[in-house]
């Protein structure tokens, strides 16, 4: 009977070395996919900064060519205003001109 108890006490023994041994395996695999999700989390992360980067400066440069055109639809504009008024400043003068010697030299 004592034999019986002794071969009882060893196979809990051995079933608890067993446990223990797959549980520290089970935390190993578990350290390793953690690593490796964080890794994996890492390197997406970097790979969306870059490509954030990447639009920021392409959206950027879009504003910028956009910017560029509108000042040179403005300063083309304002050249031809510039233009249409010195046109009619120079005929409202000659009229000016005429209404005067016409007042002065009667």
């Keep these: 009977m004592e034999a019986q108890g002794e071969r009882l ?24 996919i ?17 490509k954030a980067e990447a639009l920021a400066k392409q959206e950027a440069d879009r504003g910028a060519k956009e910017a560029d055109a509108a000042r040179e639809d403005i300063v083309h504009s304002a050249r031809e205003t510039v233009g249409r008024l010195e046109a009619q400043a120079r005929a409202g003068k000659e009229d000016a001109v005429a209404l005067v010697m016409e007042r002065v030299l009667p």
């Design 9 to 32: 006490l060893q196979d809990l023994v051995t079933q608890e070395k067993n446990l223990v041994a797959k549980v520290e395996d089970a935390r190993k695999q578990a350290s390793e």
């Design 34 to 50: 953690v690593s490796d999700a964080q890794e994996e989390a890492r390197r997406i992360l970097e790979e969306a900064r870059g």
